[in-house]
C-alpha cells in the first residue's frame, strides 16, 4: 500500500516535477529486487511506470531509469520504449500487438484457438485492443490495435476514494448496482469514439467520468464506471476490419466479474479469459517486454502504422549495459 501511495502521488506529471524521482526510485528498486529472482535471464525488458502520456504533444513518460537498473541487476536493460514511436508521429501505445500476434499463432499451433481473427484485450487502468489475424506471418500487416477506453483506474479511483480500498474484488460492488444509461450514453459521446484507429489515451483522458458518478451511491456508481468500461470496447469494435470469433482478456479487469459480463452484453461476442487459450493472464505484460526486449536487440520492428498510427515501422527501445 505505501508503494502504492508514492507511485499514485506522482500521477500525470512529468520529469522534474514533485514526487517523480520517488517514483522513479521505487520502481527501479522494485525491478532490481525481483530481478535477482532470474538469474538466468541474460536481458531484462523494463518498462517502467508510466505516469504521464501526450502523443499529440510529442512527449509521453515512464518513469524509472534503465541504466540504473542494469547497473543494480548486472545485466543489460532494454527500456524506453515509447519515446521513439512518439517522436515519429506515433501514439507510442499500445506496444504489445506484436506479441498478441505471437501468442494467437502459438495458441492456434496448440490447437487452442481457431484459425481466424481474434481480439486481445487487455483491462489495466485503460482499455487497449489488439485484433489480429494468425493465418498471417508479419504481425504488423495482421494487426489493428488501439486503447478502447478507461477500464479499471476510474473504479479504481472510486473505490480508493469512497472504501479506501484498492479495488472492487471481483466486481462484487458493481454487480450490486444498476448502471445509468444516461451517463454512459453522454461518456460515449466523447470525441474520442468517433476517432479512427490506431489511437491511444492517457489514464486520465475521461476525468469527467468522476463528477458524473459523484451523486451515486456506491454500487450505483461502480456498475455505471464498469459498464462504460465495457460500452467502450463495443464501441471499438466497430472499427475492426473484421468481427472478431472471440475476446481474449487479460489484465486484472478480467477478475471483475461484472465487467466480464458487461463486456458480453454489450458486444455479442464471446469474451473468455486469456487462460482459455492456454495463457497466464497475470503475465503477459511482462513476458510481452521480454519479447520486445529481443526484438530490439535483433533490430526487429515493435510498432507500426496499424498498431500505433506511426508513419513506418519503429524499433523503439534505448539499451543499456551492465
Same mark, same amino acid.
Given at each position: 500500500? =505505501? ?23 521505487? !520502481?527501479?528498486a ?6 535477482a ?27 524509472g ?10 545485466? /543489460? ?5 515509447? %519515446? ?45 485492443? %489488439? ?9 504488423l500487416? @495482421? ?16 473505490m480508493? @476514494? ?9 466486481? =462484487? ?22 476517432? /479512427?484507429?490506431?489511437? !491511444?489515451?492517457?489514464?486520465? =483522458? ?7 458518478? @459523484? ?30 470469433? +472471440? ?14 459480463? =458487461?463486456?458480453?452484453?454489450?458486444t455479442?461476442? @464471446? ?30 520492428? %515493435?510498432?507500426?502504422? +496499424?498498431? %500505433? ?10 539499451? +543499456?549495459?551492465?
Open positions: 500500500a =505505501a508503494e502504492a501511495d508514492v507511485l499514485h502521488a506522482a500521477l500525470g506529471r512529468w520529469p522534474g516535477e514533485p514526487g517523480v524521482a520517488a517514483a522513479a526510485a521505487l !520502481s527501479v522494485a525491478h532490481a529486487a525481483l530481478a529472482d532470474f538469474p538466468e535471464a541474460a536481458v531484462i525488458g523494463y518498462h517502467g511506470q508510466t505516469l504521464a502520456h501526450d502523443p499529440a504533444g510529442g512527449r509521453t513518460h515512464q518513469a531509469q534503465g541504466w540504473r537498473l542494469a547497473r543494480a541487476a548486472g545485466r /543489460p536493460v532494454v527500456w524506453d520504449f515509447r %519515446t521513439e514511436d512518439v517522436w515519429q508521429g506515433g501514439e507510442g501505445a499500445p506496444l504489445v500487438p506484436v506479441f498478441h500476434h505471437a501468442l494467437a499463432r502459438w495458441a492456434v499451433g496448440q490447437g487452442r484457438l481457431a484459425a481466424a481473427p481474434v481480439v486481445f484485450l487487455n483491462l489495466g487502468g485503460v482499455g487497449n485492443l %489488439t485484433w489480429c489475424d494468425p493465418r498471417a506471418a508479419d504481425p500487416g @495482421a494487426c489493428l490495435a488501439f486503447d478502447t477506453g478507461p477500464a479499471n483506474a476510474p473504479l479504481n479511483d472510486l480508493r @476514494a469512497r472504501r479506501g480500498a484498492a479495488r472492487d474484488e471481483g466486481g =462484487a460492488l458493481a454487480a450490486a448496482g444498476a448502471p445509468r444509461e444516461a451517463v454512459i450514453a453522454d461518456f460515449l459521446r466523447h470525441p474520442y469514439f468517433a476517432r /479512427p484507429a490506431p489511437k !491511444s489515451l492517457d489514464r486520465d =483522458a475521461f476525468a469527467g467520468l468522476g463528477p458524473a458518478v @459523484a451523486q451515486m451511491d456506491d454500487a450505483d456508481a461502480a456498475a455505471t464506471l464498469v459498464h462504460a468500461a465495457a460500452a467502450a470496447v463495443a464501441a471499438g469494435l466497430a472499427l475492426l476490419p473484421a468481427r472478431p470469433a +472471440s475476446i481474449l482478456v487479460c489484465g486484472g479487469g478480467r477478475r471483475n466479474a461484472a465487467l466480464m459480463a =458487461a463486456l458480453g452484453a454489450r455479442g461476442v @464471446a469474451v473468455q479469459p486469456v487462460e482459455a487459450a492456454g495463457l497466464d493472464g497475470d503475465m503477459i505484460e511482462a513476458q510481452a517486454f521480454a519479447f520486445l526486449a529481443v526484438r530490439v536487440l535483433r533490430g526487429l520492428p %515493435t510498432s507500426g502504422p +496499424s498498431t %500505433t498510427g506511426v508513419p513506418g515501422p519503429v524499433c523503439g527501445g534505448r539499451i +543499456s549495459a551492465a
